[in-house]
């Protein structure tokens, strides 16, 4: 890896950190509800978009550099599955069972979906 691969890699992972912050504070702002709204459309929409970037990637029409600057910094600073995770352990505590297993499993479900939707997208271009 380049320095500047390292450079482009780091800033892409802050800028999808930050992308991810403001996304969520305007769903919150947006959708009053205590289920994790916005973790879940950021985790959902960043599965899929991983999906389209590798299959975009294995087609040839994203270099393997360009793959790791979105794939690995901005959309691994974007998606949060340890946020995802925490907000799932929070949900059962408050004794809310449906909640707490939609949010587990369902989003993990619903991500490989997403990125399988998207890697095939990406890979049919």
């Not at 500047?4 to 802050?14: E, K, R």
């Not at 800028?15 to 009053?32: E, Q």
């Not at 691994?76 to 949010?103: K, P």
């Amino acid at each position: 890896m380049t320095p500047l691969l390292f450079v482009l890699l780091s800033l892409a992972g802050g800028v999808g950190a930050a992308a991810r912050f403001v996304l969520d504070g305007a769903v919150k702002s947006l959708v009053r509800t205590s289920y994790p709204v916005g973790t879940t459309l950021i985790n959902l929409s960043g599965s899929l978009l991983l999906g389209v970037v590798t299959g975009l990637a294995l087609s040839h029409l994203v270099s393997d550099d360009w793959r790791l600057v979105l794939g690995t910094g901005f959309l691994g600073g974007y998606t949060t599955f340890s946020t995802a995770s925490l907000e799932t352990v929070r949900l059962a505590q408050q004794r809310r069972w449906g909640a707490a297993l939609a949010n587990g499993v369902g989003m993990l479900a619903a991500s490989v979906a997403l990125a399988l939707a998207g890697y095939l997208l990406g890979s049919s271009l």
